[in-house]
């Protein structure tokens, strides 16, 4: 069942929206070689206790950290962990934000040190494909245009969409109908509708698609090796356009 938002109810998330990319904003500039996930991990921890706000991910299906911390091959939940970042990684943090009931979710790569060509290519199209998918979610258009947008635009650059996670509706739950995945057929799919909050969230990879999963149940990572990366928005689906709630910057669309 897919719960349509109000006006009053995208502005409670978007709210909660800004914590989360202001606590980007500081993680941005505490990323460098040498520094722990787990750091990051904690700095999250205070920085929205200090902000009224909790992190939602803790404790969910007893997931038992405030963030995701994925690393280099690791396409998503990667632990914090106490083992440092080093030059040329990249690493995604995830996480969403609940304020008073209501949630944010958005994920960043960020590269540590100096990284090669290849992987700010890697970051550059997985930033520019996440914009991409968020200017097809608009009233009238479906789920497929969004995937459509995304997968033609990251294989014509030479790299692949994971199939194995997608992006989600939001509100109280983190994880509300529909599933938007990242890959599809332009014209295919649910319409969309005004009032409706997503998160769209590309997970790229250098080369293959295919993810397994590590031992803790948790982590996934790239079966061949290569690298991942990942931005994620939380939008709304207005009927001006789509509004991004994660975002402290002016709507670029
Ligand atoms: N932020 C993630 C998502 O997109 C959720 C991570 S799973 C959790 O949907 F257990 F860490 F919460
Ligand atoms: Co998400």
Not at 109 to 135: F, N, Q
Not at 139 to 168: C, K, L, M, P, W
Not at 206 to 233: K, P
Request: glycine share 10%; charged share 25%.
């Amino acid at each position: 069942m897919i719960k349509l938002k109000s006006m009053n109810e995208i502005n409670k998330m978007r709210k909660a929206g800004e914590i989360l990319a202001r606590c980007h904003k500081e993680i941005e500039k505490m990323i460098r070689p040498g520094i722990t996930t787990h750091e990051i991990d904690q700095f999250v921890e205070e920085f929205l206790a200090e902000h009224g706000a909790t992190p939602e991910q803790k404790g969910y299906k007893g997931y038992r950290y405030a963030t995701c911390a994925s690393i280099n091959d690791e396409i998503c939940h990667g632990f914090p962990r106490k083992q440092p970042l080093q030059n040329g990684d990249i690493v995604t943090i995830d996480m969403v934000v609940n304020l008073n009931g209501w949630l944010a979710d958005s994920a960043w790569s960020y590269p540590v040190g100096d990284i090669s060509d290849e992987t700010k290519k890697l970051l550059e199209v997985t930033k520019k494909a996440l914009y991409l998918g968020i200017r097809e979610a608009r009233v009238g258009n479906r789920i497929g245009d969004i995937g459509h947008a995304i997968q033609t635009y990251a294989e014509g650059e030479g790299f692949s969409v994971v199939r194995d996670f997608v992006g989600h509706g939001i509100g109280q739950y983190m994880h509300e109908d529909p599933q938007i995945p990242h890959y599809g057929v332009k014209g295919k799919g649910l319409r969309l509708k005004e009032g409706m909050v997503l998160t769209i969230e590309p997970m790229i990879n250098v080369g293959d698609f295919r993810s397994r999963l590590d031992d803790n149940g948790w982590t996934a990572r790239t079966v061949d090796g290569s690298l991942s990366a990942q931005y994620e928005h939380t939008i709304a689906i207005t009927k001006e356009g789509p509004l991004i709630l994660t975002t402290l910057e002016e709507q670029p669309l």
